[in-house]
């Protein structure tokens, strides 16, 4: 059991004195390097760093060719889903019926009167009159009866198959 401390101590001896040994050569590099070699080396004065810009993928922006013409349409649609184009049909009139003017307004000539349940297209409106909202109508099957009736009276309907 003596051989192994002398060992340790042994061991640890040969360790530092490399550490030492290592020490002092690196220093005399240095030493030489710092005393021969800093007059010799040229540094150039007054250069300009280069920048090089690596672009990264973008959109590339397009554009619409001038010659083609888009069409674009805005659609007025009523809190009640009314617009035109859209199917109404009448309602709600008690089987009095409901009078279709020539214009909107309670004031104006009655066409022809429309009974619950009939069919008729939206084809304009809307026009506010006299404390109603007025929709111009077309009817489905005779496209002859068309006037202004008061939206109070209508409903929006599926499009008939025809």
Do not use: H
Request: charged residues 20%; contains cysteine.
């Amino acid at each position: 059991m003596t051989d192994k401390p002398k060992q340790k101590i042994i061991w640890l001896r040969y360790l530092l004195l490399t550490l030492i040994l290592g020490l002092f050569i690196c220093g005399g590099i240095l030493v030489y390097i710092g005393l021969s070699g800093l007059d010799s080396i040229s540094i150039e004065q007054n250069r300009t760093a280069e920048l090089t810009i690596i672009p990264y993928c973008t959109l590339t922006p397009t554009s619409i060719p001038l010659d083609t013409k888009q069409q674009i349409t805005v659609r007025y649609v009523s809190p009640e889903g009314f617009s035109i184009g859209a199917f109404v049909q009448i309602m709600n009139t008690q089987g009095a019926g409901l009078k279709i003017r020539s214009n909107p307004g309670t004031g104006d000539e009655v066409l022809f009167i429309g009974m619950d349940g009939d069919l008729f297209k939206i084809i304009d409106g809307p026009d506010e009159k006299d404390g109603f909202v007025w929709w111009k109508l077309a009817g489905f099957s005779d496209k002859k009866l068309e006037g202004w009736a008061a939206a109070n009276y209508l409903t929006l309907a599926a499009p008939p198959v025809e």
